[in-house]
Nanobody, 115 residues
Framework: QVQLVESGGGLVQPGGSLRLSCTTS????????MNWYRQAPGKERELVAG????????KYADSVKGRFTISRDNVANTMYLQMNSLKPDDTAVYYC????????WGQGTQVTVSS
């Protein structure tokens, strides 16, 4: 079955960096567009970044452009999100997402940006 497992979250000070990973199994990873979403307390889940199946095309929310970088390793079946210059507003649970017949989600990883 399709499995998505996020890791790499944690507590970081403003201005710091984190690298999230999404390890996948159960589907043909290199054939699918992948996304990172996040959900802050009391807010709707929002799209953070997306990457094409071969990694050649990416998109970002305006709020993270220039600070976050999405990437993927189609040999390791893993997607990444490098987050730099983190702000308190980046605090959220981060989820990886793929549409394989239907939307699929991981369990999420908590990112907290606070001094």
């Amino acid at each position: 079955q399709v499995q998505l497992v996020e890791s790499g979250g944690g507590l970081v000070q403003p201005g710091g960096s984190l690298r999230l990973s999404c390890t996948t199994s159960g589907f043909f990873f290199s054939g699918y567009y992948m996304n990172w979403y996040r959900q802050a307390p009391g807010k709707e889940r929002e799209l953070v970044a997306g990457i094409s199946s071969d990694g050649s095309s990416t998109k970002y929310a305006d709020s993270v452009k220039g600070r976050f970088t999405i990437s993927r390793d189609n040999v390791a079946n893993t997607m990444y999100l490098q987050m730099n210059s983190l702000k308190p507003d980046d605090t959220a649970v981060y989820y990886c997402n793929v549409r394989v017949y239907r939307e699929r989600w991981g369990q999420g990883t908590q990112v907290t940006v606070s001094s």
